[in-house]
């Protein structure tokens, strides 16, 4: 027996645009029921379920993509926490908290991480799939009888839990805060951490400055420390890392982690493996079809949950969630896959600013290359980019090139009403549909889908991907990407990192990408510039070295160390102080060796 999904995605569904395919090629309306028919409530189309013979044909037709039908397992329909109407998103299952442990959310975006927060925190009440008639709290009690999950709900229900979470959009404290820094974590610092979160989160220069004057990442961090500094039983963090570079992400880990020590209950979302993998003790994988359904497997163990969802089968549950297994490179050389071909060179070049000024040392990017920049905010790797695409120019140094450069910037707008493929095509400079630029481009991140929304209407990873691949589809020689993984989950950064790698490679072109994503750096570098320096007042560039060379000299910067796992092959961080930590350390093998 199976239990039939059905999701409309209002947005894409455009009936005034469309000859209602849907409807007309329907096979149970031609046999005289009404399987899908035009809602008088909200123009679009709607799906009984309950007649739906999940034949597909409906998600064919539709010139749109609006439409997904999914068949599940029976026994799952007894397992819906929630649902919130007809034709949209549901989420089977929910993972159960821990006290003194870290729990690691790991899955795409649109799963359902923000439905599990929204209900944990007791700001959602689950309807157990009944959103026509929802259960009252005797009910859900009663569902959740003989689980951990029961006594957690019995707090929610009696008002006694105290949740404090931090949101994914920090850029929305800005709206309802209009103080300092320092006024905003005096109001809710109820454990009296204010100076201990400041300085471990390196919040000190920000503390007299309105919400509105801080940058992404001190936006970030202040966020965390808000969260952190309440006193609460239940902490939510929503992708805490975000805006923020590596030494900065390592400081978000350990306050995040001194609240389980306390015996707190403590969840993450995070899509930066590296951190996930640093910082969580378990790990619950989600799995399911993006926006339409999420389902919430068992608690594992952080190296397994971690490994099990790149190789998208859950033995616990015989479940393959994804077609193909992401696979890591043993190796930590590419060379035989870069030629000698100098693609650019670039002399010694500085730039100065009033209270900033950065110094590069000359290098080069050879054909079929992609170098890596790692550093630390605000040392100017930006500027660098921004000098080397004839953007900015330098104030010392004289850079003489005739190639032709794409740039992708780190801050994307969409302040602009266009249809994503009209974008794509002027960036192609032609069609794009049925060439093999889209095959080869497009498909791999999975576009076509949004073809016809507005650029304006795009989510932030939506957004990035478009942007990456406008910048791919251009006829340059190198192309400059600016964190290319930002508001992308795990699944699209693995996917970016390997198109562009791929098509640097295939195509002979090459490429230079800033990110602060350590994982997605070493999968996709085949050398290394190393920013350091004092963030704000001064930074300094090294030329291009080998991966490993580089890697290892920037891991030592963050006293942290990588060994391989023996699994997946993916790079891991060793516990601090760890046996193999100590032993990498003591031989200056911070990145590990082949």
């Known amino acids: 027996m199976t239990h039939r999904v059905a999701v409309l995605d209002k947005e894409l569904c455009q009936p005034k645009k469309c000859g209602l395919e849907c409807i007309k090629y329907c096979p149970v309306n031609k046999s005289g029921a009404d399987c899908i028919v035009l809602s008088e409530e909200t123009g679009k189309a709607q799906i009984d379920e309950n007649i739906c013979n999940g034949c597909g044909i409906c998600v064919k037709v539709c010139p749109f993509d609006a439409i997904t039908i999914v068949n599940l397992a029976e026994e799952l329909s007894s397992e819906k926490i929630h649902q919130f109407g007809i034709n949209s998103f549901r989420l089977y299952k929910i993972p159960t908290p821990k006290k003194g442990e870290v729990m690691g959310l790991l899955g795409r975006n649109g799963m359902g991480k923000s439905t599990i927060i929204s209900i944990l925190s007791g700001n959602l009440k689950p309807n157990l799939g009944n959103y026509g008639s929802p259960p009252d709290w005797s009910d859900i009690l009663k569902y959740f009888h003989g689980t951990e999950l029961k006594s957690h709900f019995e707090k929610i229900s009696n008002g006694q839990l105290r949740a404090s979470i931090k949101p994914q959009q920090v850029y929305n404290l800005t709206r309802v805060f209009n103080g300092t820094a320092k006024e905003l974590l005096e109001k809710y610092d109820e454990r009296n951490i204010t100076q201990e979160l400041v300085r471990t989160l390196g919040l000190q220069n920000s503390l007299e400055n309105k919400l509105n004057e801080l940058s992404g990442g001190e936006l970030q961090r202040l966020a965390v420390a808000v969260v952190a500094s309440k006193e609460s039983d239940f902490y939510f963090f929503d992708e805490p890392s975000s805006y923020n ?22 969840m993450v979302v995070e899509h930066d493996l590296t951190v996930l993998d640093y910082l969580s003790d378990f790990i619950e994988v989600l799995y399911g079809e993006p926006a339409a359904y999420g389902i919430v497997a068992g608690v594992l163990s952080t190296k397994v949950g971690i490994n099990v969802f790149l190789d998208g089968y859950l033995p616990n549950e015989n479940v393959r969630f994804r077609d193909t297994a992401f696979r890591f490179d043993a190796s930590t050389s590419s060379d035989e896959f870069v030629t000698t071909e100098t693609v650019i060179d670039y002399p010694a070049l500085q730039k100065k600013y009033p209270n900033f000024s950065v110094s590069i040392n000359a290098g080069r990017v050879r054909k079929n290359e992609v170098v890596g920049i790692v550093g630390a905010n605000a040392l100017g ?27 992708k910037p780190q801050y994307l707008t969409n302040d602009y009403d266009v249809e994503v493929i009209s974008l794509l095509e002027k960036a192609n400079g032609g069609a794009i549909t049925g060439t093999t630029e889209e095959e080869q481009v497009i498909d791999p991140l999975k576009i076509k889908k949004l073809y016809n929304k507005s650029v304006k209407n795009l989510s932030g990873g939506e957004l990035q991907k478009v942007a990456v691949v406008a910048c791919l589809l251009q006829k340059v020689d190198l192309y400059a990407l600016d964190e290319p993984s930002a508001f992308l989950d795990v699944e699209d950064r693995i996917a970016i990192a390997k198109l562009i790698q791929r098509f640097v490679r295939s195509y002979g072109k090459s490429a230079i990408v800033i990110d602060h994503d350590i994982q997605l750096m070493d999968l996709i570098s085949d050398s290394i510039i190393i920013f350091e320096g004092m963030p704000g007042k001064e930074g300094h560039a090294t030329a291009p070295v080998s991966k490993a060379q580089g890697m290892n000299r920037f891991l030592k910067s963050l ?19 760890s046996r193999l930590d100590r032993t990498q350390k003591e031989s200056g093998h911070f990145y590990y060796r082949n």
């Open 245 to 266: 570079d590596v030494f900065q992400r390592i400081g978000v880990a350990r306050v995040i982690q001194s609240l389980a020590k306390l015996g707190k209950s403590v």
């Open 381 to 407: 790797k930006t500027t660098m980019m921004k000098m080397i695409a004839g953007v900015e120019n330098p104030d010392a140094g004289k850079l003489e090139t005739k190639v032709k450069i794409a740039y």
């Open 559 to 577: 006293d942290i160390t990588y060994r391989r796992d023996e699994t997946s092959l993916r790079p891991r961080v060793n516990k601090t102080d």
